[in-house]
């Protein structure tokens, strides 16, 4: 690819107000619990009831969709790493 047709990531601008974040797990009756707790760690601002949940098909999997303020690519590398180390979550988007 050339340097003008290669695609880059979209540039995020900090602070970043009401920014999605989409994590996919096992489904489970505490998934929507785990996920909140980590995310509010690092972004307390979050409202539990705008969280956003959504069963696959088949129930095996749970997609939790959730928005923060986000102060830094730190914060949602932060997010994203204590996110998986809980065992349960397969992506975070």
């Known amino acids: 690819m050339t340097k003008d047709t290669e695609q880059q990531a979209p ?3 900090f602070p970043c107000a009401n920014y ?3 994590i996919i797990g096992d ?8 996920v909140l707790d980590v ?5 307390p601002e979050v409202d539990a009831d705008s969280i956003q949940r959504r069963d696959s098909t088949n129930g095996r999997f749970l997609s939790v969709q959730v928005h ?3 102060q830094c690519i730190e914060q949602l590398e932060d997010i994203n790493r204590d996110l998986r180390e809980t065992g349960i979550v397969r992506m975070v988007l």
Do not use: L, M, Q, Y
């Open 68 to 70: 923060i303020h986000a």
């Open 27 to 34: 489904s489970c009756d505490t998934f929507v619990e785990i």
């Open 39 to 43: 995310v509010k760690r690092h972004a």
């Open 11 to 13: 540039k995020i601008e």
């Open 20 to 22: 999605p974040i989409k």
